[in-house]
Every structure is written in structure tokens, then in C-alpha cells.
């Protein structure tokens, strides 16, 4: 049964937006040139109201982390990489 990421993803690929398919080249050129996992998280702390957790990872992220690592390779290193952008 595929996670609910996956299932969005499937239907991204329907019709990918632009900054979906340059985010993915980006994100798949770090994993070839490191052969690490690369896990993303993105904050759209300007665009949300003005709470404490959002600048912050807490248990409310923990249904979007778990989506995010199903199906990696557990035995590689991982590369996590935080960017915080007032766009989300």
C-alpha cells in the first residue's frame, strides 16, 4: 500500500509544475553526486501566522517526515538539508 506521499506524487506526475521538475533535478543531482539520501524541509514560516512551532520541527511534522523517508534506502547516510523561505 503506498504511503499518501506517494500517492500525491503519483498524481504530480500528471501534470509537474515547473518548480516541481527543477526542485527534483536539484534534489536527484545532490543524491547522484553524494550517494546519500537527501531529505528537504522546506518552512513557509512568512506565510503562516506568527506561531512558536513554526520555525521549528515538533511532533506536529511527524506524519510529512515519516512520508518523506518511506521507501529510502535505510542503509545509506542521509543528507538533510533545511530551507527556510518566506514562500514556503
Known amino acids: 500500500m503506498p504511503a499518501l506521499n506517494e500517492i500525491l506524487d ?4 500528471v501534470a509537474p509544475t515547473p518548480f516541481d521538475i527543477i ?3 536539484y534534489i536527484g543531482r545532490l543524491y547522484r553526486q ?3 539520501n537527501v531529505l ?3 518552512s513557509g514560516w512568512l506565510q503562516k501566522e506568527r506561531l ?3 520555525h521549528s520541527i515538533n511532533d506536529n ?3 510529512g517526515i515519516m512520508n518523506a523517508v518511506h521507501g529510502m534506502v535505510a542503509a ?3 543528507t538533510l538539508s533545511f ?5 514556503g
Do not use: C, F, K, S
Request: aromatic share 12%; charged share 20%.
Open 61 to 63: 511534522d511527524m506524519v
Open 23 to 25: 526542485r527534483q533535478n
Open 52 to 54: 512558536p512551532d513554526l
Open 40 to 42: 528537504v524541509y522546506y
Open 10 to 13: 503519483e498524481i504530480r506526475i
Open 83 to 87: 530551507i527556510h523561505l518566506a514562500a
Open 76 to 78: 545509506l547516510p542521509w
Open 34 to 36: 553524494t550517494g546519500r
